[in-house]
């Protein structure tokens, strides 16, 4: 199979995400491959952050796939008519769903993100949800990014904080530098964050510094070394790996 062929199977989610796209690493097996590499590939549980964010990307990039989405109208997700209408699944709340359509008219009431978002009027300069694989230190990895911006060559990121005052510090917790240093390495563009607050509903533009980039690549890195001993070493025991380190 060729690159052509593997990107148009890349582009189903069903594929990115199941066994098919299981054969590239991505950014969300770095937390796990630093911390506990034995546990990389174990599905993570969703949480209604993950939902919450995912839904903004949606009604922004891709608002004709909103319907996948279930929504509950209950204050929390403890009520008896939440748990009878989600069935054991995680589901947004009505509450969310307003906050987070408030939270797109913002941004894209914003003549900068608006144009970074939707490109020129006059021919298709922006591609959304943009599949791509690369080799990087000896593996195989992937990437979906939310924008491609041709004109401006900038891979676009949408995200949503809980307070962006802290968002340098939230893009290292989440490995956003990690993030920013892949799609760079997949793209061959620059890469930026579009943030909003949940709360305050401020909105933020974070670019990447020399150091931010290579701060995701040493992640990268130490991520693949991992994933080597741990999935490539042939005999390799984990009963006797530990850490040594110097205090």
């Known amino acids: 199979m060729n690159k052509k062929q593997i990107l148009q199977k890349l582009c189903n989610d069903e594929e990115y995400y199941g066994e098919f796209g299981n054969q590239f690493l991505s950014n969300s097996h770095i937390s796990k491959l630093l911390k506990d590499p034995l546990r990389a590939f174990e599905p993570s549980k969703p949480s209604p952050a993950f939902l919450v964010g995912g839904y903004f990307h949606t009604c922004i990039l891709e608002p004709d796939k909103l319907d996948k989405y279930k929504v509950v109208k209950s204050t929390t997700r403890n009520t008896k008519q939440y748990k009878d209408v989600a069935g054991g699944e995680l589901c947004l709340l009505q509450h969310e769903v307003d906050t987070i359509e408030l939270m797109r008219e913002k941004v894209m009431a914003n003549d900068i993100c608006n144009e970074l978002i939707r490109g020129s009027d006059f021919e298709r300069t922006v591609d959304y949800e943009v599949p791509m694989v690369t080799e990087l230190f000896g593996n195989k990895w992937?990437?979906?990014?939310?924008?491609?911006?041709?004109?401006?060559?900038?891979?676009?990121?949408?995200?949503?904080?809980?307070?962006?005052?802290?968002?340098?510090?939230?893009?290292?917790?989440?490995?956003?530098?990690?993030?920013?240093?892949?799609?760079?390495?997949?793209?061959?563009?620059?890469?930026?964050?579009?943030?909003?607050?949940?709360?305050t509903h401020q909105i933020g533009m974070f670019d990447c510094s020399p150091q931010f980039y290579e701060r995701g690549e040493d992640k990268v890195r130490k991520a693949s070394e991992a994933y080597d001993l741990f999935y490539k070493t042939k005999d390799f025991d984990p009963k006797q790996y530990f850490i040594s380190k110097t205090l």
């Open 142 to 199: 992937k990437g979906k990014a939310d924008i491609v911006n041709h004109e401006e060559k900038l891979i676009i990121d949408l995200k949503t904080t809980a307070d962006i005052e802290k968002f340098q510090w939230s893009a290292s917790k989440y490995n956003y530098d990690s993030q920013a240093y892949i799609y760079s390495k997949l793209f061959g563009y620059e890469f930026l964050f579009i943030v909003i607050d949940k709360n």
